[in-house]
């Protein structure tokens, strides 16, 4: 399966499209490979670009007024990511975005989103439909913050993705919990 | 105006719609009012619409084992809210949402909603442009909670929402922000 073939399958399950209507819409996207610790977006860089997982572990950060990093999201294979505020309103990032391993991206610009969005109904609707889950998934994050002890926040990760708490480092993850390392050794036995 | 006619108009500012296409989506709306103290959605019930405020004040919320309220959102003229997550998976509601002042909405069921989404393209493109702009007040939310203090959210608060802070009662304005009745009474001086 190439790269394209992934991504047709990613949009047809939400909303499938015929064979011209893909051919088109594939013309919008570019590849784009980094390696661990490259930078996909850095503070105050532009942002023309929302990013679709082929392959890889993306950090979403920011660093505080005292130097200390907090993380927003760990994204991985077909989830769409970027800095969607300095994306959206073509404004610089206010995030940054590292690779924690080797990492491979569809890129797809403002530009020629909107552009498909308003040609092919099929991907108006596929966005739609995504963007309501990603506003449901930050909703339960804001939930999680604000009444979930670190203990259940761990385990409700652990639940819901377990692929990838077997991939984060144990410090970003303690970071991302925002506990520190000893007690989520602790949470893990 | 009626509050069809604000209605068209919140639509139309993103996505314009021809006579005969309002008036067939129109036809998917019903008005709902309620009393201040009253419930739009209570834990544990089935949420069958998302809403569209035309007047009022509602607070999201959520109780946790403890008993203690932590608030998600407050929502005023011209919102988009509902418990998404119940609303989208058709699963019983996790939070509560009820009237701050006397209130007034549109109802959209969700067969509702994907109908009219997938017959009108420009009510698809309007709803995910509005997803796209609400995942991205979630992400700053998620970052104020994150790396902002109390004094920092609340002067941030009064920059975006000068219009809730007058209204929305001290104490729940306090909770809000995580902080006590006093301090908020220090940051307001």
């Known amino acids: 399966m190439t ?3 992934l991504l047709r399958q990613h949009i047809a399950s939400i909303c ?4 011209s209507e893909w051919d088109y819409v594939a013309q919008h996207f570019t590849i784009r490979k980094l390696r661990k610790h490259q930078f996909l977006v850095q503070k105050g860089e532009m942002v023309p670009c929302e990013f679709w997982i ?3 572990l993306v950090k979403t950060y920011a660093i505080d007024c005292d130097g ?3 993380i927003l999201q ?3 294979e077909e989830y769409w990511t970027s800095d969607f505020h300095a994306f959206q309103n073509q404004v610089p990032a206010c995030m940054y975005m590292d690779c924690i391993e080797d990492s491979e991206f569809f890129c797809l610009k403002l ?3 909107e552009k498909i969005c308003h040609e092919i109904p099929a991907m108006a609707n596929f966005f739609r439909i995504k963007a309501n889950y990603g506003y449901i998934a930050l909703q339960q994050r804001i939930m999680s913050l604000l009444t979930e002890t670190a203990e259940e926040r761990y385990n409700n990760l652990i639940k819901k993705l377990p692929r990838l708490i077997q991939r984060v480092p144990k410090k970003l993850l303690a970071s991302y919990l925002g506990v520190t ?3 989520l ?3 893990k036995s």
């Not at 499938?16 to 064979?19: G, K, V, Y």
Request: hydrophobic share 25%.
């Open 16 to 19: 499938p499209l015929s064979d």
């Open 68 to 70: 200390k990093e907090h």
């Open 3 to 5: 790269q394209y073939d």
């Open 54 to 56: 082929i392959k890889g």
């Open 74 to 76: 760990f994204a991985m």
């Open 185 to 187: 050794s602790r949470l």
């Open 181 to 183: 390392r000893e007690t």
């Open 111 to 113: 530009e020629d989103r």
